[in-house]
């Protein structure tokens, strides 16, 4: 069975530095790996999907990437910013299913 | 191009009470996903639609959760009766996926969720 564990549960940082959430997972024979963003009371957005045969993915100030044989994937926040602030989640399909096995969450407070 | 909708946002009641959850999808996706978000928890899935059929329940409580996709766009998912244990913030996804294709699991959207209190 599928686990994912997110470290570490809650950050605080000053606006303008570069950060890195953890993400690891179990079970290295995943497919792909997604990072949400949750905002508070609000659903889940999703931030990037990086496949198993990719090692990165970028989106503007975002950057995750991933090693499957060690079941790490990291997200790499750069310049955060007080709007940055969230929790971030990671998910993995379980095996042979398109069920999305979730990390508890990153809880990223950016001080201004 | 619209997100995944769901209504209502927010809803108390008593418990032992009965409670709907609709969803609508992403215009054209057709599989279609109920997860039940508790307090500092990740999403669980409590159950997966291709098109109209229900192909992944085990883990939906049948005793009192129940679920249907007519016509396989929008969603409802019921709870009859609830108990306290229930509270939760029910979120929607949905996904483009086909048979034979090269991305069998798709990027899931998620909307903004109901937050259900159980009194």
């Known amino acids: 069975k599928q686990e994912v564990t997110q470290i570490p549960a809650a950050l605080s940082v000053p606006e303008g530095e570069n950060l890195v959430l953890n993400c690891s997972f179990t079970?290295?024979?995943?497919?792909?790996l997604q990072w949400f963003r949750q905002d508070p009371g609000k659903g889940l957005t999703s931030l990037l999907l990086i496949q198993s045969s990719q090692r990165e993915q970028t989106s503007g100030r975002l950057n995750a990437s991933l090693d499957k044989s060690s079941g790490r994937s990291t997200l790499y926040i750069a310049a955060s910013q007080p709007g940055d602030s969230a929790t971030y989640l990671c998910?993995?399909?379980?095996?042979?299913?398109?069920?999305?096995?979730f990390g508890k969450g990153t809880k990223l407070t950016v001080n201004p | 191009e619209a997100g995944v909708v769901q209504s209502p946002r927010y809803k108390i009641i008593e418990k032992k009470q009965p409670v709907a959850f609709w969803c609508n999808p992403i215009?054209?996706?057709?599989?279609l996903y109920w997860y039940r978000q508790n307090l500092g928890q990740g999403p669980e899935l409590l159950i997966r639609y291709e098109n109209e059929e229900a192909v992944d329940d085990s883990q939906l409580p049948k005793d009192r959760f129940s679920a249907e996709r007519l016509k396989g766009v929008d969603s409802t998912l019921k709870i009859q009766p609830a108990e306290l244990g229930d509270s939760a913030v029910y979120l929607c996804a949905s996904s483009l996926a086909f048979f034979g294709s090269p991305v069998p699991y798709p990027e899931q959207f998620f909307g903004p969720g109901t937050r259900l209190t159980v009194l």
């Open positions: 215009s054209g996706h057709n599989t």
């Open positions: 998910a993995v399909p379980q095996g042979g299913s398109e069920k999305l096995v």
């Open positions: 079970d290295s024979a995943i497919y792909n």
